[in-house]
């Protein structure tokens, strides 16, 4: 086997994440590696203002899998996503947050329980049990019953649990574009049509160690009306003439 391709791609985007991040991508790292698999993980700077990019490059002899991916001005939680995908090389790629809200050993369990599958899914974690107040509780209860209002088949009572796992041509034909919250539901709206088995492993969600969370009041409306419009626009019905129809088409002649 050629260790130098890695088994799986993590995208991580980090936004002033300095006084965490490295006891994140450490613990990924080791617990793959424990476990048997390369990893590589690609740490997006998103425009940081703290540090986080300094702390990065520390790392790197550290850690030879580590890819560092720098964006001038934050641009929003999707668009770190969207910039640091293509510097991955994995035939299986993922996203996750740097806040360690997961445990690195429940993201090796559900990668390999992505390859148990012949690979046609998004593999993904429901936050079963969370440390959240109960406002946070109320809001994502409130957030989730819409989506599956919304989306009956989804197939998720989590839609934004991450990390995300899925294979590469998947994400190509996916091609997603938001760069804000939205890209979660995004991503998992696009896995419905493409009729992708969503493969839930349920984990319990830490709190922040350090640092502070991103989202802000304005993130709910950014999700209603983003979700209202993929509901009811052509959005959807232009991406499947766009990308699913031709790579179907693809699929056939191949």
Same mark, same amino acid.
């Given at each position: 086997? =050629?260790? !130098?391709q890695p088994?799986l !791609?993590?995208v991580?985007?980090?936004y002033?994440?300095?006084?965490g991040i490295?006891?994140v ?7 793959f ?6 990893l ?9 203002? =703290?540090g986080?990019?300094?702390?990065l490059a520390?790392m790197?002899q550290t850690?030879p ?8 001005v ?5 668009n770190?996503?969207?910039e ?16 360690g809200?997961?445990?690195a050993?429940?993201?090796?369990r559900?990668?390999?329980a992505a ?6 899914i998004?593999a993904k ?5 969370r440390? =959240? ?7 994502s209860?409130a957030y989730?019953l ?6 009956p088949?989804l197939g998720t009572?989590d839609?934004?649990g991450s990390?995300?796992?899925?294979r590469r041509?998947?994400l190509r034909t ?8 939205f890209l =979660?539901?995004?991503?998992m ?5 493409m ?15 350090t640092g502070l969370?991103?989202?802000?009041p ?5 999700f209603?009306?983003?979700l ?7 959005v ?9 129809v031709?790579?179907?088409v693809?699929?056939?002649?191949t």
């Amino acid at each position: 086997m =050629d260790r !130098s391709q890695p088994d799986l !791609s993590l995208v991580v985007p980090a936004y002033n994440e300095a006084g965490g991040i490295r006891p994140v991508v450490s613990r990924l790292f080791d617990a793959f590696r424990q476990a048997g698999y390369q990893l590589e993980v690609v740490v997006v700077d998103n425009g940081s203002t =703290d540090g986080t990019g300094e702390v990065l490059a520390g790392m790197v002899q550290t850690y030879p899998h580590l890819r560092i991916h720098r964006i001038a001005v934050n641009q929003g939680y999707g668009n770190g996503i969207l910039e640091g995908l293509p510097v991955a090389t994995a035939e299986w790629v993922g996203m996750i947050p740097a806040d360690g809200q997961v445990d690195a050993e429940d993201v090796v369990r559900l990668y390999e329980a992505a390859l148990a599958t012949d690979g046609n899914i998004v593999a993904k974690v429901r936050r079963r049990f969370r440390l =959240d107040g109960l406002n946070r509780k109320f809001v994502s209860v409130a957030y989730n019953l819409l989506v599956l209002i919304l989306w009956p088949g989804l197939g998720t009572l989590d839609t934004n649990g991450s990390p995300k796992l899925l294979r590469r041509e998947a994400l190509r034909t996916m091609h997603l574009t938001s760069t804000g919250w939205f890209l =979660d539901p995004e991503l998992m709206i696009k896995a419905h049509h493409m009729k992708l088995r969503v493969l839930e492993v349920n984990v319990f969600a830490r709190m922040r160690g350090t640092g502070l969370s991103h989202v802000r009041p304005s993130t709910c409306w950014e999700f209603l009306v983003e979700l209202l419009r993929y509901r009811f626009t052509g959005v959807i019905a232009q991406w499947k003439r766009e990308y699913l129809v031709p790579s179907r088409v693809l699929e056939q002649r191949t």
